[in-house]
């Protein structure tokens, strides 16, 4: 089992910036992949961005150029800066932990999501 904690989410106007953080319980370094999906109003839940075991990078086309991903292997902690916020972005943010197809079943994590807002 992995606990996954998210925190970071607020308003915040147009244009501005928010970092999303996402403790686990289990060490981040052997987590296969970590990942940020969103939900907003109307959608499915859908990736923005992940980041693998190996340090490999991938964002949804929405999220280049402004946001980014990273995790801190010493806290145990999975980070989404997110810059140039836009109406858009609105919605729940969960944090996932995958820890690979070689790990029996559940091997797939959610956070209780942080809710994001953007917007006067």
């Known amino acids: 089992q992995v606990q996954l904690v998210e925190s970071g989410g607020g308003l915040v106007p147009t244009g501005g910036s928010l970092r999303l953080s996402c403790e686990s319980s289990?060490?981040?370094?052997?987590?296969?992949?970590m990942s940020w999906y969103r939900q907003r109003a109307g959608h499915q839940r859908e990736l923005v961005a992940d980041?693998?075991?190996?340090?490999?990078?991938n964002y949804a086309d929405s999220a280049k150029g402004r946001f980014t991903i990273s995790k801190d292997n010493d806290k145990n902690t999975l980070y989404l800066q997110m810059n140039n916020l836009k109406p858009e972005d609105t919605g729940v943010y969960y944090c996932?932990?995958?820890?690979?197809?070689?790990?029996?079943?559940?091997?797939?994590?959610w956070g209780q999501g942080t809710q994001v807002t953007v917007g006067s």
């Open positions: 996932n932990a995958d820890l690979g197809p070689l790990v029996p079943s559940p091997n797939n994590f």
């Open positions: 289990r060490s981040t370094f052997s987590i296969y992949k």
């Open positions: 980041v693998s075991n190996l340090g490999t990078t």
